[in-house]
């Protein structure tokens, strides 16, 4: 008997990752997109946007048989960089020193998974933009060149992204919970160009942060030696993008807050003034499913930036279908309700966690305390790996359950609190007796 026809909404990055696992099953895959092909067609306007790929992330792309190349669009970043206000700079490792995160272009990445997509056999109608869909009868309108067209398949997947049409399908029905929430602040994509030698112009090894406590500054490496920045500001108030309406102003805040940055950005005033403004917002929502259509990606649970997760979130959840999938096929009932309720608890903890790591990376990053308490962590867990993970390293470097991260985070929080209490920061980390700390967490 032929396997199910597969509609997935959007070919993101995770809508192109999960027709791979699909196509691979034997599913007919149709991927719907309303941008053009990547591949033809310059659709982010000739800007570099890089992300974040982490342990979850790559375990997915394993799974998924599309690791070839992948360490050619990839560079790895051991640990932050951080720029003081005085331009000094220093280093914080993020693990261990073999540990990185990868940074990669969303949209190489991107094209890469699209074709492997295809050579799977799953097929692409790109410039079809989603205007409904009906989950009655497993149905997608669209609207292509002013001539309304529908699909029909049997199962349909909404990765369409924060604003997807297939959760707001889901709005009209009965019985399902919907929460949008939008930071204060908003981003800017700046780009640092490679130098006139054409070599980077900072350190390629590290994420770059200019912590300023309501805002900051970061940069990741590009692999044609550029680094995209993005500005993290609120959208009114005294440093805002609101504030900084004129020329002169932005160039006034740069040289006092980011003053390094001015000689390695030629071009500031233009880029501030041509690229977007963006919000960044947290979606949540249940169930996943109704009838045969589920959501997956941003779609299902959009985050803030701040974790470097959303994407890797949203692989994840491409692995852990495929494999219910193993599990429960031809029951689409089960899988989509084991899904959504194994997932669900661990979505809504990376959202915490992503929003709790705002004011860490803008704030806490440069203080003295934050640092001592981090090289106190390496050493508990370096004599105590079983019993104590830093919270960074069970979120990016493993493949935990993300509630047990944050569980296990917040036991260790307490009894740092405590430690803190007991130690002055004049300590040296050698000197405090772990056995002890370690026995506090029982
Ligand atoms: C500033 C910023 C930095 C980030 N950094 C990181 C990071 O370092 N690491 C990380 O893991 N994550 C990061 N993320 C999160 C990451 O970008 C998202 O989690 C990820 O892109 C989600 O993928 P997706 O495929 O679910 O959604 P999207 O990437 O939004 O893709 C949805 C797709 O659906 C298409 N679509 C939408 N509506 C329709 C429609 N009606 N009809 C047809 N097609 C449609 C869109 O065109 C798009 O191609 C960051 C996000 C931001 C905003």
């Known amino acids: 008997m032929a396997k199910e026809k597969i509609l997935i909404l959007g070919a993101g990055l995770v809508g192109s990752l999960l027709s791979i696992f699909l196509a691979k ?39 998924a048989g599309v690791t070839r190349n992948l360490d050619q669009v990839m560079l790895p970043m051991h640990g932050r960089m951080i720029h003081q206000l005085d331009s000094q700079v220093h280093f914080q490792p993020y693990g261990k020193a073999n540990q990185a995160i990868n940074s990669v272009s969303r949209g190489l990445l991107n094209e890469y998974l699209i074709g492997e997509a295809e050579a799977a056999g799953a097929s692409f109608r790109f410039e079809h933009k989603c205007e409904r869909a009906d989950i009655d009868n497993s149905v997608l309108s669209f609207s292509t060149g002013g001539k309304p067209k529908e699909y029909g398949g049997d199962i349909i997947i909404g990765a369409d992204g924060a604003y997807s049409v297939l959760r707001a399908s889901f709005l009209h029905s009965d ?45 990741l490496p590009n692999i044609d030696k550029s680094f995209t920045c993005t500005l993290f500001l609120p959208f009114e108030g005294e440093s805002s993008f609101e504030a900084l309406d004129s020329p002169e102003k932005v160039a006034t805040f740069f040289s006092e807050v980011f003053p390094d940055t001015l000689p390695v950005i030629p071009n500031l005033i233009d880029q501030f003034f041509t690229n977007p403004t963006s919000s960044l917002v947290t979606i949540r929502c249940y169930p996943w499913s109704k009838k045969r259509s589920l959501l997956l990606g941003d779609a299902s649970h959009a985050i803030v930036p701040f974790f470097g997760q959303g994407m890797n979130a949203g692989f994840e959840d491409c692995r852990l279908l495929d494999e219910i999938i193993d599990a429960e096929y031809p029951n689409w009932e ?55 993970t830093p919270l960074y390293t069970m979120v990016t ?29 004049s300590t040296p980390p050698e000197a405090i007796d772990l056995e002890k700390i370690v026995g506090w967490l029982d």
């Open 175 to 219: 019985r399902f919970n919907f929460m949008q929430d939008y930071l204060p602040h908003g981003y800017k994509e700046l780009n640092i160009p490679a130098g006139k030698n054409g070599e980077f112009q900072i350190d390629p090894n590290a994420l770059h942060i200019w912590p300023r406590g309501k805002f900051m500054l970061i940069a």
């Open 25 to 63: 099953k034997g599913f007919k895959v149709e991927v719907f997109e309303k941008r053009p092909d990547p591949r033809k067609n310059d659709v982010l306007g000739g800007r570099s946007i890089n992300l974040a790929l982490s342990d979850r992330g790559l375990l997915a792309l394993e799974k």
């Open 397 to 425: 470097f493993s493949n935990m359950p993300y509630s047990k991260a944050l569980e296990q985070g917040n036991r260790q929080e307490s009894v740092m609190r405590k430690i803190r209490e007991v130690y002055p920061m």
């Open 334 to 388: 089960t899988v989509f309700q084991t899904f959504e309720k194994s997932r669900k608890p661990n979505t809504d903890a990376i959202a915490k966690l992503a929003n709790d790591n705002f004011i860490e990376m803008r704030d806490k990053v440069a203080d003295a305390g934050f640092i001592w308490q981090k090289k106190l962590e390496a050493r508990i867990h370096e004599k105590y790996p079983d019993k104590w």
